[in-house]
């Protein structure tokens, strides 16, 4: 039973570092798709007097799809902004004490990303179901649903990657910065 456990946690393990890595290239390929934006609006500014309609609402738009979409691979690699280094030190006195203290962390984030998700879902039934947009009529315009639906997914990925974080820590704290499959790097 144990076996079938273990290959259905590395099963759920792999897919959710897919998913989170997929996510990240669609963050940066948005990234490279605003830059094309800014320099066709700064472009047609210059030379032509005529600005592309709509570019600081797509900014707005993108500024936060690309944020929430590269997140879960951050958490992925461990490279949140945190401070560790007490449990750097700490690790190297008392690692079964450190190892426990990053997994409390880890719950903790792991809360308060479930609790972002949970948060986002009546916002996000609300905007499907109204198809309410943002941006200003007749020059852009653009439905609330997708950023709401990504950052929604994006609160639910890493949530279970803090929990997959939290199974597979091992004692040694530097070694859990990396990617949350530690099985799959040996």
Known sequence: MSDIFASSWRFITL?????SMGANVVGTLTVLALVMVVNYDVIARGFFGAPFMGAVEVVQFTLVFIVFLQLPDVVRVGRLTRSDGFLAILATVKPTLALWLQRA?????????MLV???????????WESDD?????GVFTAPWWPIKLVILASGALCALLFIIKIVNAKP??????????EDSAS
């Open 172 to 181: 040694d704290v530097a070694q859990n910065k990396g990617d949350v499959n």
């Open 133 to 137: 947009y943002f941006g200003v009529p």
């Open 117 to 127: 998700a949970y948060a986002l879902w009546p916002e996000f039934m609300k905007m």
């Open 15 to 19: 897919v959710a570092e897919r998913i």
């Open 105 to 113: 962390v880890d719950a903790l984030a792991a809360v308060f990303m």
